[in-house]
């Protein structure tokens, strides 16, 4: 299935504070069409599921084949006991309640938003091949699972419907998805998508030269979350960086952070949590423009990433013990 080189993100869609309205949304999604993306991401917690109603009422106009439909499940839809989660009751519950708010017959690609340690791999496995054979649903993806929970969900799948593609937050200052997810969906044949791609707008340099967030920003608003996770000494480190180059190139912020992530073929699209059609006309650039290689590599050497163990164990045992193959078999470039 072949995707836009960006992915047009919904969970702004009707969010408190940081979103924005409906008209705006609905012109989003239609200008993102316009512009040739065909690839647009959205989930039933997203707004309580508005983000959804919004997403189908924008796109009823345009020809069905032609886009492709993401969304997700996992989080608590209600207060009854089993409206979360993955098991068969809620997947399947939740699968055609999205369907109903999008006025849709099928998605292209349903995603698990999480784990879920309550329900066995095989029954959530076994659930999601169910909804494609109904034809409900097109492909099936993942979202926030460990390495080895993708691997094993894959392989509970027992030759049935498996994971085409995985959803992780991925930017320039956190890359975490580096030491095992990026290689696990390599291993596995997956595309990675990116959420939060420019870590709630740090990358933009908005927040540039502040010494806490503006409270009515997205971080401001979200400070519990989005403080801990993007706002610290080296990620001011990793924007400055970020704007020289922009200035250089001649490229804004948003564009630089976005092609240093599409410059690595395992990244299949950033997610564009979008607010405004200037943000969407600025970050749709991307997928048109390749960061060359030396301002890539120059950005990811601002704050030098740690692999850890055993990624350092393999960097000071293998060279020496692994001979003089006439190539490196595929496996071996897995690796982080």
């Known amino acids: 299935m072949l995707v836009s080189r960006v992915c047009l993100g919904t969970m702004t869609f009707a969010a408190k504070d940081w979103g924005c309205d409906r008209e705006d949304a609905l012109g989003i999604v239609r200008s993102f069409i316009a512009k040739g993306g065909n690839f647009i991401d959205t989930a039933d917690m997203y707004s309580a599921g508005v983000a959804e109603q919004w997403l189908g009422e924008a796109v009823k106009d345009s020809p069905r084949d032609s886009l492709v439909i993401a969304s997700k499940c996992w989080f608590r839809t209600d207060p009854t006991p089993n409206a979360r989660g993955l098991s ?11 369907l109903r708010r999008l006025s849709m ?16 791999v095989e029954e959530t496995m076994r659930a999601l091949e ?13 979202s926030n699972l460990f390495a080895w929970q993708i691997v094993k969900m894959n392989a509970a799948a027992s030759g049935g419907e498996t994971f ?31 959420w939060s791609p420019l870590a709630s ?6 927040y540039h030269g502040q010494a ?23 990620s001011f480190r990793v ?5 020289a180059v922009a200035k250089e190139e001649g490229r804004s912020p948003s564009q630089v952070a976005l092609s240093w992530l599409l410059a690595d073929q395992r990244v299949t699209a950033p997610i ?11 970050n749709c650039v991307s997928g048109d423009w390749d960061l060359p290689e030396p301002q890539r590599k120059r950005l990811a050497d601002v704050v030098p990433f740690q692999h850890g163990h055993p990624k350092e164990w393999m960097d000071t045992t293998f060279p020496g013990s692994k001979g003089k193959p006439e190539f490196d078999p595929r496996h071996t470039q897995r690796l982080p």
């Open 105 to 120: 017959d099928y998605l292209d690609l349903y995603q698990v938003h999480g784990p879920d340690p309550f329900t066995p």
């Open 130 to 142: 169910n909804l494609v054979q109904a034809g409900k649903v097109r492909y099936i993806g993942c």
């Open 164 to 194: 085409v593609s995985g959803q992780y937050l991925y930017n320039l200052i956190r890359r975490d998805a580096e030491r095992e997810v990026l290689p696990a969906c390599d291993d596995q044949g997956m595309g990675l998508l990116c």
């Open 201 to 206: 707008g740090m990358l933009t340099g908005k």
């Open 239 to 243: 924007v400055d960086e970020v704007l």
């Open 272 to 282: 564009l949590g979008i607010r405004t059609l200037d943000q969407l006309e600025d």
């Open 212 to 234: 806490t967030p503006d409270p009515a920003s997205r971080i401001g608003t979200r400070a519990t979350i989005d403080v801990p996770r993007f706002w610290n000494e080296a």
């Open 88 to 98: 068969r009751k809620h997947i399947i519950e939740a699968c055609d309640a999205s």
